[in-house]
């Protein structure tokens, strides 16, 4: 997948939806130690990690969105781009029976599987909704928080998102949302690649930007409660990553020095 993403912003999502079919798709029992070492490289506390179906944790995350501020019982959570379910069912645990979570994602494969796991966990404070991040199926001013773990940066138009965050939420709701942010320019060819840009470095704006978009839809009290250089956090031996690192032509040293411009955010905001 080394096509130039020189093409439409729904062309942009089309090439993310198939490479994260592809992810979920090809998980297995065998891959979950290495995903669950992952997720505590990241942020993920031992009991959390227990807390979740193994099936849930898919190992893309770059952060725990829900470490960043404390959810409270009763609160409605919309969690964008929620995949198998990970952190929507940490934060269901949170919100308790009186709260709900909403997961937001565009993949078939993601919501089919995050609906399986919530079913065969028990887990009922918990629903699933196909859309695009870039244009909620939420109505105005009706939620509490929106969280978000490593899915903004693959969005062509992260304007719209944080648009749309702005929109859903309540006055005074919080956004906490983990995501990779540039801190230098790439270079050109890995900016034209599919494959960087599904494995979230091609997507990623630069630090000031991405601070910036947030900002200018509204948000007040932006700030950033913690980052971490991402490359220790990428597992170079996962099979996304190795598939990206051949359909770009690069080496292991390469794709490391690509990843060492990339740092990972906890990202604060209110509306």
Not at 166 to 192: A, H, K, N, Q, T
């Amino acid at each position: 997948m080394s096509t130039p993403r020189s093409g439409s912003a729904d062309e942009l999502r089309e090439a993310v939806r198939e490479g994260y079919s592809r992810i979920v798709e090809g998980r297995s029992a065998a891959d979950a130690e290495r995903v669950r070492e992952t997720g505590r490289r990241i942020g993920y506390s031992e009991e959390q990690l227990a807390a979740v179906p193994d099936e849930a944790n898919l190992g893309v995350g770059c952060g725990n969105p829900t470490a960043i501020d404390a959810l409270r019982p009763g609160e409605v959570v919309v969690d964008l781009g929620s995949g198998a379910g990970m952190d929507a069912f940490l934060a269901a645990r949170q919100v308790g029976p009186s709260g709900r979570v909403i997961g937001i994602d565009m993949t078939d494969a993601m919501l089919a599987k995050a609906t399986e796991n919530a079913r065969n966990a028990g887990i009922e404070n918990v629903e699933f909704r196909k859309g695009n991040i870039e244009a909620l199926p939420i109505d105005d001013a009706s939620v509490d928080v929106i969280i978000s773990n490593c899915v903004i940066n693959l969005s062509p138009e992260k304007d719209r998102v944080y648009g749309e965050a702005y929109r859903v939420l309540r006055p005074g709701g919080r956004l906490m949302v983990s995501d990779i942010v540039l801190e230098r320019p790439l270079p050109p060819g890995v900016l034209e690649s599919l494959d960087a840009y599904i494995g979230c470095i091609g997507g990623a704006s630069l630090r000031s930007e991405y601070l910036a978009t947030i900002a200018r839809a509204g948000f007040a009290e932006v700030r950033v409660d913690h980052a971490a250089s991402f490359v220790d956090a990428i597992d170079f031996d996962d099979p996304t990553i190795r598939e990206a690192m051949t359909g770009m032509g690069i080496s292991r040293e390469e794709a490391r020095g690509y990843a060492d411009t990339l740092t990972s955010l906890q990202i604060f905001a209110v509306k």
